[in-house]
């Protein structure tokens, strides 16, 4: 089965074609940009977590696969995922507390309860088919995150295009542009009506606890609501289509699932580790000559670190390739390493438990509808995924 499966995700695929794990190595970028290629599970942890490389995508020499990167408004304040010390530190942990272990159990009845009624939905359609994707992967998280943030869910197909856009590597610059810019307008309204009007989620805590402090600056909150809103839908809907599709496939691994204990934590990891969805944003550019994988890379050195490579690293995973739920461990760098370390990764994993437990007991029939050759993969995409995943049950 495994070997029928599509390529492993890698946005840069077009011009970089490491697949495999092995030496530092240079490569050209469609944009012409030449720039490292670190694909070793160790090289890439040394990047990640060396200050000699920097988040900073306004420096020129960070990787612009497309160069098409579209530049935030020059008023606009660096997110959290393109902070460097001393900068990042502080501002993330002023956020960290909402994705604390006691917050995201208090959210679990919740996520249950979003994925029960997506389910009741989808099951109550007479065909008994669907498109996963519209019925299950996409909105879960969507509604998970508005709900945290206080971002109105009505607005869902509105900020759901543009990011789709935005996170293309197909569309025109000019779309993307427009698209960053509506959606920073539509996240900057909603700040200011909740400075007015103070409001308990995510945003109106942040705005009450930095006012308390002293330290509220409201475009500092519009790029870090932008970057949520955006990170909190567009990455766990794709793993729980590619997750799902990944365990139909393998009936073995999903009736090992099924019979576990713990059932489905120990296969979440490994459906992220197998997919590695998000290497694109844990590139960076070097600022001080460093040694890394028995290389120098030079200051104004962009890095490409190749999560999925190094994810299937033979001399961390055994025999890599085979998807095996009961591989145990988390040292995957599916959500990054270091410092940038996935803010959301517990989330995620809650919310990837709860839908695959949930999804499968419910319905033990499910069935992919369409051959794997006409299944549309986000291969014009930075995060890897489907676009839509045709069932029956
Ligand atoms: C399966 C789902 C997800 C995957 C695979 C994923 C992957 C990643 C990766 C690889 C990074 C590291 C970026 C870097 O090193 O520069 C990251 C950072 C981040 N993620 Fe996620 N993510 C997921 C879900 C989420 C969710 C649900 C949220 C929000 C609620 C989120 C919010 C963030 C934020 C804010 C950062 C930046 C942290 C920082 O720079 O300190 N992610 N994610």
Redesign the pocket.
């Known amino acids: 089965m495994q070997d029928s499966f599509p390529p492993r995700a890698c946005p840069f695929h077009d011009e970089v074609s490491v697949t495999e794990p092995g030496p530092m190595t240079r490569v050209t970028l469609l944009s012409g940009q030449e720039v490292w290629a670190a694909s070793r599970h160790a090289d890439v942890r040394a990047v990640?977590t060396d200050p000699a490389f920097s988040?900073d995508r306004a420096n020129p020499g960070f990787p612009n696969p497309t160069g098409r990167r579209v530049a935030q408004d020059r008023r606009a304040k660096p997110s959290?995922?393109a902070m460097d010390p001393p900068e990042?530190g502080p501002a993330?942990r002023a956020v960290l507390g909402e994705f604390t272990v006691k917050r995201l159990a208090a959210l679990r009845p919740r996520i249950q309860q979003i994925v029960d009624d997506h389910l009741d939905r989808m099951l109550a359609i007479e065909s008994r088919t669907a498109d996963l994707v519209e019925a299950l992967a996409q909105p879960v998280?969507s509604l998970v995150?508005c709900e945290q943030l206080g971002v109105p869910y009505d607005d869902h197909e509105f900020f759901q295009s543009r990011s789709k856009t935005l996170l293309s590597r197909s569309a025109a610059v000019e779309d993307m542009r427009s698209s960053l810019d509506e959606l920073r307008a539509y996240v900057d309204k909603l700040v200011s009506e909740k400075e007015s009007a103070p409001t308990d989620d995510l945003i109106g805590r942040q705005i009450a606890k930095h006012r308390a402090e002293g330290t509220y600056d409201h475009e500092a909150l519009v790029s870090l609501a932008l970057?949520?809103l955006i990170?909190?839908h567009e990455?766990?809907a794709n793993?729980i289509s590619i997750g799902t599709l990944a365990l139909l496939r393998q009936p073995e691994q999903l009736a090992l699932l099924m019979a576990g204990q713990d059932r489905t934590t120990g296969a979440v990891e490994e459906l992220?580790r197998q997919f590695t969805?998000?290497e694109f944003?844990?590139s960076r550019v070097a600022v001080a000559d460093t040694e890394i994988g028995g290389v120098t890379v030079k200051a104004g050195d962009g890095v490409l670190t190749l999560?999925n490579a190094a994810n299937h690293d033979p001399a961390v995973f055994a025999d890599p390739e085979r998807l095996d739920v009961t591989r145990g461990g988390r040292n995957h760098i599916?959500?990054?390493y270091g410092?940038?370390?996935?803010?959301?990764?517990n989330?995620?994993r809650e919310e990837?438990r709860i839908v695959f437990d949930t999804l499968f007991t419910r319905v033990p029939t499910l069935r992919v509808d369409v051959p794997l050759s006409e299944l549309p993969f986000k291969d014009d995409a930075t995060i890897y995924g489907l676009h839509s995943l045709p069932v029956s049950w």
Do not use: E, K
């Not at 410092?339 to 990764?345: E, I, P, R, T, V």
């Open positions: 990640l988040s959290l995922i990042h993330r998280p995150i970057l949520l990170a909190g990455t766990t793993m992220l969805i998000a944003v844990t999560g599916a959500f990054g410092a940038h370390q996935c803010l959301g990764q989330l995620a990837l």
